[in-house]
């Protein structure tokens, strides 16, 4: 089985010049954990993932933590770097992306992909044609394919 076999195909993308807030909503609005940043050619530049948008600094982590055991604790007060975080000035895609980025063409295994991403510790993988994006398999994806399921299409 290959990634064209399993491969999500209707992709949302976003342009390096998005608002991150434009980003999130994104993620939010289609159910999804991350964008590729694609230029104005269709041509991959970057990711942008849920934990890019949140920032991956151990301050950004333990206020992350602490924002879900604060939640968890019933009417105590959020932590104040993470609502300041929040209310950061805005940032673009561009600014946030994670590059370079892990990718794979149609024709790759779908054990290859399994491998490629335990092996960068990433969730998807963009599969690409001539340099330009043309689907993702995510850990979902592979589970369905592994289930019996049919690839998703929108």
Known sequence: MKAHDVMT???????????TSQVARL??????????????DGSLL???SEGDLIGRD???????RDW?????????TLNAEFLAS???????????????????S????????????????IKR???????RIIGIVSRADLLRALAGHSPVRR
């Open 125 to 131: 993988v963009p599969v690409v044609r001539d340099g």
């Open 58 to 64: 151990e301050a950004a982590r333990k206020a992350r």
């Open 27 to 40: 993620l939010l609005d289609n159910g999804i954990s991350a964008v590729p940043v694609v230029d104005s």
């Open 9 to 19: 195909d209707a992709v949302v993308s976003v342009r390096p010049d998005t608002p």
């Open 68 to 76: 879900w055991l604060e939640l968890l604790a019933e009417g105590e």
């Open 86 to 104: 929040l209310r950061a000035p805005k940032r673009t895609a561009r600014e946030i992306m994670s590059t370079p980025v892990v990718t794979v």
């Open 106 to 121: 149609e024709e790759t295994e779908v054990g290859e992909i399994a491998r490629l991403l335990a092996a960068h510790r």
């Open 46 to 48: 970057g990711m942008v």
